[in-house]
């Protein structure tokens, strides 16, 4: 019996004892109307401009959200206009809406939102969102407008940006505010206590501006080890659960849990740091893509829940699909390391200059699955003469700017300039700005196609620009794209409100109308 068949066992037999212990316990306690999520990590900060978790959308609100189709409509803004030149935006905010601490949210809000986001000294890792913003300027205690320095498609998609409230960070450091650990927001959850190290807690917000939450409280209960969040989602210790693949099959024969296989924009693949001299020529890049087994990833591991990726954009309208897929051709790839000088040894590995084919391929040890498909490419790599070793390391090992490669996980199912300008643009380089550039990847032509498409008004021309951008990536690879991982959840009980959109990456989003949520069985 292989190790993977085994650990199936292993937690089906688990799961059975977890089910079986605390049936009594289920049927004889009356749980309270409260929501227990098993939350794979726990966030540094709650502060939304400064890191992204997914209690933003319970915490806070914007002048605009995304609804369930994932387009921004207005939330915070009642109404708003642009003008014929399309740089200047006006907008109107609704008056009845106040922060969780009883101060009203208005124009002086959101423009300090927006400059704090453009503030260097907080580095916040939204600025690229809002370098076109020329000018920001209070009209009323209501109404503001915004100028931008050059056409933004999507500026409305960026201000569902949290708005903050300005009185919060009085005469303090953004960056070491108390608000960061004990958050003030607008949305249907405020901010209850932190436990650091176990649970945060929200409860519901009396007097949100919108649907009034029924469920009473949330619950984020840090697991970082997945067995141990499905153990607690079989026996009802945990609510809801983002599943591995392989503990789908087990959970989903449960009458008390419900499965939802959600559609993703959530993509995996490998990292090539490009600080690594290995990875300077391209072929070598190349090589490596096309020394996957992507069909085998998806049936194996992710035990079909997902697809093969090619592209960043795969789920976006202005997808490409005739660029290179990269199929699996281990003959191709040995052909073009050949070509850029590794010649194979008696050994059965690749030489250059007496230095050997090999690399590490990091990936965080809390992610099964992320350390199953590094363990599959590095084994993998072996035919191409490739030695591969594998560092699953926490995350707080983890610095991705300082690996070889590293097992990514990314993807956006709104605007096509989200995620892709702060991947991909030479001037997002974490080692040198604040974006999300970790291997400082940097090619001119993907650089110019990505303005392109965000100043561009056109829709045709937009899709052009990310059309062309897809090819010049697929050529020049700044990862090795490997599949699109949908985002299983289980729920534990009855539970009525969900309703499905495509997610972004590790499943985020789930929770964007927790709000409309309630218990049939509490």
Known sequence: MDKRKLMIVIIGMLLLVAVAGCGKKESSAVKENS?????????????????????????????????????????????FNMSDDKLTYTFKLR????????????????????????????????????????????????????????????????????????????????????????????????????????????????????????????IFKFIPDSNVRALQLASGEVDIALLDPVQVGELEKRDQVKIYNIDTADYRGILFNMQNDLWQDVRVRQAFSFAIDRAQIVKGILKGFGEEAYSPLQKHAFHNENIEKYSYDVGRAEQ?????????????????????????ITAP???????NMANYVAEGFKSIGADVDVAALDWSAITIEETDAFMIGWGSPYDADHHT??????????????????????????????????????????????????????????????????????????????????????????????????????
């Open 336 to 360: 073009l390391l050949d070509e850029a000088g590794w010649e194979k040894a008696d050994d059965g590995f690749r030489y250059k200059d007496g230095q050997k084919l090999s690399f590490t």
């Open 365 to 371: 040890a809390s992610d099964a699955v992320r350390v």
């Open 95 to 218: 008056e009845d809406i106040q922060f969780h601490d009883g101060e009203p949210l208005t124009a002086d809000d959101v423009i300090f939102t927006i400059e704090s986001v453009l503030d260097d000294r907080n580095a916040s890792f939204l600025k690229s969102d809002f370098i076109e913003v020329e000018s920001l300027k209070k009209i009323d205690d209501y109404k503001f407008e915004l100028k931008l320095k050059r056409p933004f498609t999507p500026i409305l998609d960026k201000l569902t940006l949290p708005i903050l409230p300005k009185h919060a960070f009085d005469g303090v450091d953004m960056r070491t505010a108390d608000f960061n650990s004990h958050p003030i927001g607008a949305g249907p959850y405020e901010f209850d206590r932190w436990d650091r190290g176990n649970s945060l807690t929200l409860k519901a917000y009396k007097d949100f501006h919108g649907t009034k939450p029924s469920i009473e409280k949330v």
């Open 421 to 522: 300008y702060i991947l991909f643009h030479s001037a997002e380089s974490s080692l040198t700005g604040s974006g999300y550039n970790y291997g400082s990847y940097s090619n001119e032509k993907v650089d110019a196609l990505l303005e392109k498409g965000r100043l561009s008004m056109d829709e045709k021309e937009r899709q052009a620009s990310y059309m062309a951008f897809q090819e010049e990536l697929a050529n020049d690879p700044a990862f090795a794209f490997i599949a699109y991982v949908n985002a299983v959840y289980g729920v534990h009980g009855n539970i009525e409100g969900v309703k499905e959109r495509t997610l972004g990456h590790h499943g985020s989003g789930f929770l964007w109308n927790v709000e409309e949520w309630k218990w049939n069985d509490r």
């Open 35 to 79: 929501l227990i999520y098993a939350s794979e990590a726990e966030f540094d900060g709650l502060n939304p401009i400064l890191e992204e978790t997914n209690v933003d959308a319970l915490l806070f609100r914007g002048l605009f959200r995304f609804d369930e189709n994932n387009e921004p409509k207005t939330d915070i803004a009642e109404t």
